[in-house]
């Protein structure tokens, strides 16, 4: 018997049945080993020796390797064909080993980049050894992501409370995000015009004409930069009379795009799906596994993990006979089309990522959600990268007065040939095919300009990052690897560095406090060069150019000296140097010319940062006499209030009601006790609109609306974390705004939370959607909306979802993956030991021998037991 090992149970079943009777095939479910999470995992001095920790599940999943192998002649390591897949191999290999499971057993290692029989079958003839040059890659990049994360990570704890952690290709990653921010802030707007004519010819139909030159010089952007210079070219347009000087028309070519890579898929499934990297990825490995058609399962793509832009023969083959069937034989070009990466190592490249069968159309397949959208995009891409160039005719007519005052330019384009643009257009270029349609005029016909007018315009600063132009940004700078963008994006967000609105991301202002941090302290390791020359060095590594052990003696050397210089650096010393460098966010100018840095409360101290185990703030330096306080990353215009004041007198307790604004935002606050009551502004509730009213409204939360007609138990309104809700008996129901919340009747309330409680709402939580039964346990699956945020539950264990993933598109295989990962966690909680009943003969003796008073104490080591196995 063969015994083979992939990495997922769904790639088992179907391999083991392209296999056949000689072969089982386990899953090692991943990782089977890691780096612990805790310091000397990785200890440099001692030659970069590395300690590696087994969980629970995986202790089982290796036993049935162990336990398999017994009855097994050969094993097969069949893990992806990657650095990973290598890695997850010979931490497999290091653990059977150890537990002298191989005896007298025959090893190989064999690839495939994708999951159907003739690739399965062909890779299990062409075995090989474990390639140790990309083992030693991975170790490598492991161990640096370690040293670097664990010893950078307590500096920022230490020196910039609140902080969470910093990584080699994170924290670089997050600097790209906060530059780009600086830069939207710091962009100064111009204004500037054009002049634009509608042009009549007696050849056809009006064609639009743009304002070129002017008295004989070509405009430039900024050549019209007012409102009376625009309107002199315009009046100077209306005033003389036109002719066409010029018609050129050139034959121009579109050539198609290579199929994709990992970076230009997640890119283009952004662009065009509003996919996130983690989404498109994790549907991209549900297609390589396979899906199920007409009772077999088959792998629809080839391995997703790849840096190579070039297909097989036999796969450009079958394409350029696929085109042929469907399209016609004018779509295949003479000779297949060659395309090679710009990568300069792609180690992980196998192929590009394509249709494993071309015959397997979109429509033939019948896949839904996500799984359809996806491969059609990879489908259509594949096929049209080996399609005929698309022809186009290019058209510029010149018109100018006899004088050459004016000079007006139209450009349009006509498709001759759709080529590939009939099936594919890359994000971008939309307006590849026919653009502005001309008449057929001729040098010297006369024109007339038909509605001139001038428009003002304003530059605009550059976009915020999108997942797509921020990996497409990462890929050009060469920071990171095309695998491992999916990961650092969502690290990032997990962090609350940053947050995707809109699809675009924006720096945190935590985010952007260790991002100055660490580029006045430790520079050189987030600097974009030295990322990406470190990431040359580790690809040399897995080219077996350069030995691993040196590249990280090398690395930690200076990187060491580099924190131990830190460890006298004092906290104030560290604010001193933020409030400079974050001076234009923090402390921007002011219109009238005064010190942004002033106290505005006390007219005395000065403004700097402030920390607190909960993070930044900005604060006075005259405190405690002075206790002025605003939320860090509040510039100066949006923190309005700069002092307390009294709204008025609470007419029942006759106590002062204060409006304050604290580190955390405004607030009113009842009376000056030591601990008096105190409420939040909600967001809609300007500060300067704020009066005593309000203030007693506020004040006056919790709101008891009435007793439930069912229980008689009170339903209250108040004001939470994530806005006004009502509660009755555990079950939480949201309420849109404030304002409802002190409106809302019993009536209304009733009904709100009988809906919540027909969706499934308990305690906050109702179902959104029923996944099924759980594969092992056959228990029901669901996807609950709690109060804070959406959620797998399945039994009594609760699996958050990763912000990215639309709980919509939730499946039952990714539900699995979530609970398996909590429960790896110990998210699941074990249930409390239950206490032996005494048997009734001895229970009857104790209750003769005990006298009545020591019942009574009795009775606590049993309560205390109780808790304490709970």
């Known amino acids: 018997m063969n015994l083979v090992i992939v990495e997922s149970p769904a790639k088992a079943k179907t391999i083991e049945k392209y296999l056949g009777k000689d072969y089982t095939v386990l899953a090692s479910f991943g990782h089977v080993r890691d780096l612990p999470s805790k310091?000397?995992?990785?200890?440099?001095?001692?030659?970069?020796?590395?300690?590696?920790?087994?969980?629970?599940?995986?202790?089982?999943?290796?036993?049935?390797?162990?336990?398999?192998?017994?009855d097994a002649d050969k094993l097969i390591l069949a893990t992806d064909p990657d650095r990973e897949g290598e890695a997850i191999s010979w931490h497999l290999l290091e653990v059977l080993n150890k537990k002298k499971a191989l005896k007298d057993k025959q090893i190989e290692r064999v690839v495939f980049n994708a999951i159907t029989k003739k690739s399965v079958t062909d890779a299990i003839k062409a075995p090989r050894e474990l390639d140790m040059e990309l083992v030693e890659a991975y170790l490598a990049r492991r161990a640096l992501d370690y040293l670097v994360g664990f010893t950078l990570s307590p500096v920022l704890w230490r020196k910039l409370p609140g902080a969470r952690s910093a990584g080699r290709v994170q924290s670089v990653t997050l600097r790209l995000i906060c530059e780009r921010e600086t830069e939207i802030e710091q962009f100064n707007s111009e204004e500037y015009w054009t002049v634009a004519a509608d042009i009549a010819s007696s050849k056809g139909k009006n064609f639009p004409a743009n304002l070129v030159s002017l008295n004989g010089e070509k405009l430039k952007k900024f050549s019209l930069n007012t409102e009376a210079l625009a309107h002199a070219a315009r009046d100077a347009v209306k005033a003389v009379s036109l002719s066409i000087t010029s018609v050129e028309a050139k034959p121009v070519k579109r050539h198609p795009q290579p199929p994709f890579t990992t970076s230009t898929l997640q890119q283009e499934a952004s662009r065009k799906l509003g996919f996130s990297a983690t989404r498109t990825m994790q549907t991209a490995q549900k297609l390589y596994e396979g899906v199920d058609i007409g009772g077999e399962t088959v792998g629809l793509i080839t391995y997703m993990r790849t840096d190579g832009v070039s297909m097989v023969g036999e796969a450009i083959t079958e394409v350029r006979s696929a085109i042929g069937n469907k399209f016609g034989a004018q779509y295949v070009p003479d000779s297949p089309r060659v395309y090679k990466t710009k990568a300069k190592n792609a180690q992980e490249a196998h192929e590009a990522i394509r249709p494993t069968s071309f015959t397997r159309t979109p429509d033939a397949v019948r896949l839904s959600g996500d799984q359809a959208k996806l491969y059609q995009l990879i489908w259509n891409r594949a096929t049209a990268s080996q399609m005929a160039s698309a022809q186009l005719e290019r058209t510029t007519i010149l018109i100018e007065d006899r004088e050459k005052t004016v000079g007006l330019r139209t450009t349009g384009s006509v498709v001759r040939f759709d080529g590939f643009l009939t099936l594919y257009v890359e994000s971008g270029h939309e307006k590849d095919g026919d653009s502005v349609r001309l008449p057929a005029v001729t040098s010297?016909?006369?024109?007339?300009?038909?509605?001139?007018?001038?428009?003002?315009?304003?530059?605009?600063?550059?976009?915020?990052?999108?997942?797509?132009?921020?990996?497409?940004?990462?890929?050009?700078?060469?920071?990171?690897?095309?695998?491992?963008?999916?990961?650092?994006?969502?690290?990032?967000?997990?962090?609350?560095?940053?947050?995707?609105?809109?699809?675009?991301?924006?720096?945190?202002?935590?985010?952007?406090?260790?991002?100055?941090?660490?580029?006045?302290?430790?520079?050189?390791?987030?600097?974009?060069d030295y990322t990406a020359e470190l990431e040359e060095r580790?690809?040399?590594v897995s080219d077996g150019k350069l030995e691993w052990k040196k590249l990280l003696a090398n690395f930690w050397e200076g990187f060491s000296a580099h924190v131990d210089g830190t460890k006298d650096l004092r906290v104030s010393q560290v604010l001193d140097a933020l409030n400079i460098a974050l001076a234009p966010m923090v402390f921007p100018q002011k219109d009238d010319g005064s010190d942004p840095r002033k106290c505005p409360s006390c007219d005395k101290g000065e403004l700097s940062l402030k920390v607190s185990r909960f993070g930044a703030f900005v604060g006075?330096?005259?405190?405690?006499?002075?206790?002025?306080?605003?939320?860090?990353?509040?510039?100066?215009e949006e923190a309005a209030p700069t002092e307390d004041k009294v709204l008025g007198v609470d007419p029942d307790s006759g106590l002062d009601v204060w409006l304050k604004n604290g580190r955390y935002g405004p607030y009113v606050q009842l009376g000056e006790d030591k601990k008096p009551k105190r409420t939040s502004l909600p967001k809609t509730w300007?500060?300067?609109d704020m009066d005593l009213f309000k203030g007693l409204k506020l004040l006056s939360l919790p709101r008891e609306i009435g007793d439930h007609p069912e229980d008689g138990k009170k339903i209250v309104g108040s004001l939470g974390r994530y806005g006004p809700y009502i509660l009755h008996a555990g079950t939480y129901a949201n309420l849109q705004d404030i304002d409802e919340m002190f409106e809302v009747g019993l009536n209304r309330a009733v009904i709100l939370l009988a809906e919540k409680r027909a969706k499934g709402g308990s305690r906050g939580a109702s179902a959104l959607k029923e996944l099924g039964n759980h594969p092992q346990t056959n228990k029901p699956i669901r996807v609950m909306s709690g109060r804070y945020g959406p959620y797998v539950k399945y039994e009594k264990v609760n699996a958050t979802i990763p912000k990215d993933v639309d709980p919509n598109d939730v499946t039952l295989e990714m539900a699995v993956e979530?609970?398996?990962?909590?429960?790896?966690?110990?998210?699941?909680?074990?249930?409390?030991?239950?206490?032996?009943?005494?048997?009734?003969?001895?229970?009857?003796?104790?209750?003769?021998?005990?006298?009545?008073?020591?019942?009574?104490?009795?009775?606590k080591p049993a309560t205390a037991k109780k808790t304490t196995a709970e």
């Open 686 to 688: 300007p500060y300067e």
């Open 818 to 859: 979530y609970i398996a990962a909590k429960q790896a966690k110990g998210g699941k909680k074990k249930p409390a030991a239950k206490k032996k009943k005494a048997p009734a003969k001895k229970k009857a003796a104790a209750k003769k021998k005990t006298p009545a008073k020591k019942k009574t104490a009795a009775k």
């Open 538 to 540: 580790l690809d040399l």
């Open 444 to 528: 010297g016909d006369m024109v007339i300009g038909e509605k001139v007018d001038a428009e003002q315009h304003f530059t605009q600063p550059p976009p915020r990052f999108s997942e797509a132009s921020l990996v497409k940004r990462m890929e050009e700078l060469g920071i990171g690897r095309p695998s491992t963008y999916a990961s650092i994006l969502k690290v990032l967000q997990d962090r609350t560095y940053v947050t995707l609105d809109k699809r675009r991301f924006i720096p945190d202002a935590k985010g952007r406090l260790v991002v100055a941090f660490l580029e006045e302290f430790f520079t050189k390791y987030v600097q974009y």
């Open 620 to 636: 006075c330096s005259d405190y405690p006499e002075c206790k002025f306080t605003r939320p860090f990353g509040q510039n100066g």
């Open 39 to 70: 310091t000397g995992s990785v200890r440099p001095d001692e030659d970069f020796a590395m300690d590696w920790s087994i969980d629970a599940r995986s202790k089982t999943r290796i036993n049935d390797i162990v336990n398999a192998l017994k």
